[in-house]
């Protein structure tokens, strides 16, 4: 099961900590959402989801200031003994001591965020669920063409690392060269990024390893980027029939989530930076409704329709 270190989101959502006594490396998150635990510490645990991280807002901190000392202390002993991974306290609103000492007691991590508390929720939801998300890795190389993610794959010596190298040339950036590792952060969205080892590193063959960042400036590579087209580089084969038209999406399936899919077969003398330029600009031409394919279909038709009536 994947899983995030506490300590990793101290250190993203800048978290004092106040309990350093326990250490945040050994506690592992492993569920995106969060919970207010407002219902529990009025006395109701049923369906309480223990393994969250927990949020105290203004409204339960004013609710803990306003209960009495015996009442606080079974209220903590009784939230706190929970296997909870972490407490995050936001808009700096301090923990009285006894919280603090019944959170050590458990081994319970306290944290203090200055966030609002809607904010804080936001930013974490939203960076644990791409941290947490199904990840994949497979053979390809990413690229940001004109802000569309162009995930190009085909068999290894193919032409990727060539033709990603000659799209940064060209001012796209590099998102990762040979290994991408793919998050499904939700139904409709796969995103893309590099493992450390290789992040802004290509390969190509008779030269070896080439840093982007250092030749290009940092302008030339990306973190992550979310893939909206695959593109398909294969040797061209005289006898297969391949598409002219473009009528028809072609899809591929990564994680259960769907991505249009170009075959482009290759040759001597085609230029592949341009063709994926192309195919990336086309296809956000249809994202905003235009589909050149179509619209060249209906002028042919709308041509025979008129040939027809002139014989008539």
């Known amino acids: 099961m994947a899983s995030v270190r506490l300590s990793a989101i101290i250190e993203k959502m800048k978290l004092d900590n106040l309990t350093p006594e326990i250490n945040a490396d050994k506690i592992r998150i492993t569920q995106p ?6 219902l529990q510490m009025a006395g ?12 105290i807002g203004f409204v339960e901190y004013t609710y803990m200031q306003g209960l009495s000392e015996d009442r606080k202390k079974e209220v903590y ?7 909870i991974p972490a407490i995050v306290f936001c ?5 009285d001591p006894l919280f603090i000492e019944v959170a050590l007691k458990h081994q319970r991590a306290v944290l203090v965020s200055k966030k609002a508390t809607s904010a804080f929720m936001a930013e974490i939801i939203r960076w644990l669920n791409v941290k947490l ?7 390809g190389v990413l690229v940001d ?3 569309e993610g162009v995930l190009i794959t085909g068999e290894s010596g193919i032409g990727k690392s060539e033709a ?3 799209l940064i040339k060209r001012g796209h950036r590099l998102v990762t060269d040979d290994v991408v590792e793919i998050r499904k952060v939700s139904d409709d969205t796969l995103i893309g990024s590099a493992p450390e080892i290789t992040k802004h590193y290509i390969e190509l063959r008779g030269i070896g390893i080439v840093d982007v960042k250092t030749l290009f400036g940092v302008s030339s590579v990306k973190e992550t980027q979310s893939i909206d087209i695959v593109i398909k ?27 249009v899919c170009h075959t482009i077969p290759i040759r001597p003398g085609r230029n592949l930076a341009i063709i994926c330029e192309t195919v990336a600009v086309n296809h956000r031409q249809k994202k905003m409704g235009y589909d050149a394919a179509k619209e060249f279909y209906q002028r042919v038709q709308a041509s025979f329709t008129k040939n027809r009536d002139d014989d008539d």
Do not use: M
Request: negative net charge.
């Open 164 to 166: 990603a190298l000659e």
């Open 233 to 259: 580089l294969e040797d061209w084969n005289k006898d297969k029939e391949y598409d002219r038209l473009g009528l028809e999406e072609e899809y591929t399936e990564y994680l259960g989530n769907k991505i």
């Open 91 to 95: 808009r700096e609103l301090t923990p």
């Open 133 to 139: 998300a199904p990840c994949i890795t497979i053979h």
């Open 145 to 147: 063409v004109y802000g």
């Open 44 to 55: 109701y645990f049923e369906h309480f989801e223990e393994t969250r991280l927990q949020v």
């Open 33 to 38: 959402d969060i919970n207010r635990p407002a």
């Open 77 to 83: 002993e009784q939230l706190l003994s929970y296997e």
